[in-house]
């Protein structure tokens, strides 16, 4: 049974960071793509980071040099940095494990990031 548990969230202030941890079980990560998706009330998730089984990344542009998607395959665990934090990156965060050429998705159970003063 594949679990991913999410954890990291909390509040912060305008310009703070934080580390986001996605502990996967009953997958290796190192074989699969993973993906940071956020989601706001009322909106459709947003991709914000992802990276490939080769460990090529992609962003969107709104996090772009701010948020870095690390993989450990020693632990298993993909992280979300988040640096320069602002209001608008106030979410849900989700992370999501995909196996590629397939349509196979596993998702964390979700975890609030809110910035504010």
């Known amino acids: 049974q594949v679990q991913l548990v999410e954890s990291g969230g909390g509040l912060v202030q305008p310009g703070g960071s934080l580390r986001l941890s996605c502990a996967a079980s009953?997958?290796?990560?190192?074989?699969?793509?993973l993906n940071w998706y956020r989601q706001v009330p009322q909106n459709p998730r947003e991709l914000v980071a992802g990276?490939?089984?080769?460990?090529?990344?992609n962003y969107a542009d709104s996090v772009k040099d701010r948020f870095t998607i690390i993989r450990d395959k020693d632990k298993n665990t993909v992280y979300l940095q988040m640096n320069s934090l602002k209001p608008e990156d106030t979410a849900v965060y989700y992370c999501n494990v995909n196996i590629p050429g397939t349509s196979i998705d596993y998702w964390g159970q979700g975890t609030q990031v809110t910035v504010s003063s």
């Open positions: 990276m490939s089984i080769d460990g090529s990344t």
């Open positions: 009953g997958i290796l990560l190192r074989f699969s793509a």
